[in-house]
Antibody, heavy 120, light 105 residues
């Protein structure tokens, strides 16, 4: 059974940093691209970042470029999101999700999300 | 940047057919995916590549895509179909529509 379990969320002050993790199981992690998608309270889905199976290809939404860094450790079956210079508008539930690769393929599995609240 | 436009809400009576549209410039040339999200839950893929269904998704869910509009069709709507629905494409990056709240009357 595919499982994606996010962790690392919490309350953080504006301008500070936070690192999210996503632990994957039930599939061959290094065969798939991985993504972070977020959802602000009461709002729609927003893609944040994606990384190819070998970290050779990475993409970011304009809203987080230069502040967030996605990475993965295939030996640990884990995906990460380093979030720096956090803003109030980064407050959201952050999901990790898997796809075949960084292209037109859909997200076939999602985690349950970890909540990030940016507030003083 | 590429924009996907969905109606904020669609209402339908049980047993009827719901159609949720997703508009985008020449979207017919792209692969469109649809996700269902119920309150407090993660999104679930219900249609991919315009019209294919993942295993476990009822045949009542179908999709089409042509020109500037993709459509998710839910036949014989049930109370359990009430949810938010999102379309998604790839345009050098992932793009989501704004979402449509389906209300079953």
């Amino acid at each position: 059974e595919v499982q994606l379990v996010e962790s690392g969320g919490g309350l953080v002050q504006p301008g500070r940093s936070l690192r999210l993790s996503c632990a994957a199981s039930g599939f061959t992690f290094d065969d798939y691209a991985m993504h972070w998608v977020r959802q602000a309270p009461g709002k729609g889905l927003e893609w944040v970042s994606g990384i190819s199976w070998n970290s050779g290809s990475i993409g970011y939404a304009d809203s987080v470029k230069g502040r967030f860094t996605i990475s993965r450790d295939n030996a640990k079956n884990s995906l990460y999101l380093q979030m720096n210079s956090l803003r109030a508008e980064d407050t959201a539930l952050y999901y990790c999700a898997k796809t075949v690769d960084l292209s037109h393929h859909p997200f076939d599995y999602w985690g349950q999300g970890t909540l990030v609240t940016v507030s003083s | 940047s590429y924009v996907l436009t969905q109606p904020p809400s669609v209402s339908v009576a049980p047993g009827q057919t719901a159609r949720i549209t997703c508009g985008g410039n020449n979207i017919g040339s792209k692969s469109v995916h649809w996700y269902q999200q119920k309150p407090g839950q993660a999104p679930v893929l219900v249609v991919y590549d315009d019209s294919d269904r993942p295993s476990g998704i009822p045949e009542r869910f179908s999709g089409s895509n042509s020109g500037n509009t993709a459509t998710l069709t839910i036949s014989r709507v049930e109370a359990g179909d009430e949810a938010d629905y999102y379309c998604q494409v790839w345009d050098s990056r992932v793009v989501f529509g704004g979402g449509t709240k389906l209300t079953v009357l």
